[in-house]
Nanobody
Framework: QVRLVESGGGLVQPGGSLNVSCAAS????????MGWYRQALGKQRELVAIITSDGSTNYADSVKGRFTISRDNAKKTVYLQMKSLKPEDTAVYSCYVAVNDSWYWGRGTQVTVSS
């Protein structure tokens, strides 16, 4: 049994900051790439950021310079630090993690940017 649980979502004003995290638990033998996706209401899911096992990162153009992805292997957790948030960042943010040579999705956490 492998589970991914996101936390840290909520309501934030435009220009504000918010951090979300995703912790993996269960029968885990190895963890490789970890990433974040988001899906806004009425829009397709899009990749936000990815971090590999060696720490290499990649970001969507829309979040470069504002978002930072990181990981703590001891805690089996991936983080997303979000700054200078915009209303268009409003979405359900879900983690996507390679565990035991398979990919798993978290249920997602809602991030709402509004004044």
């Amino acid at each position: 049994q492998v589970r991914l649980v996101e936390s840290g979502g909520g309501l934030v004003q435009p220009g504000g900051s918010l951090n979300v995290s995703c912790a993996a638990s269960g029968s885990i033998f190895s963890i490789y790439n970890m990433g974040w996706y988001r899906q806004a209401l009425g829009k397709q899911r899009e990749l936000v950021a990815i971090i590999t096992s060696d720490g290499s990162t990649n970001y969507a153009d829309s979040v470069k310079g504002r978002f930072t992805i990181s990981r703590d292997n001891a805690k089996k957790t991936v983080y997303l630090q979000m700054k200078s948030l915009k209303p268009e960042d409003t979405a359900v943010y879900s983690c996507y993690v390679a565990v035991n040579d398979s990919w798993y999705w978290g249920r997602g956490t809602q991030v709402t940017v509004s004044s």
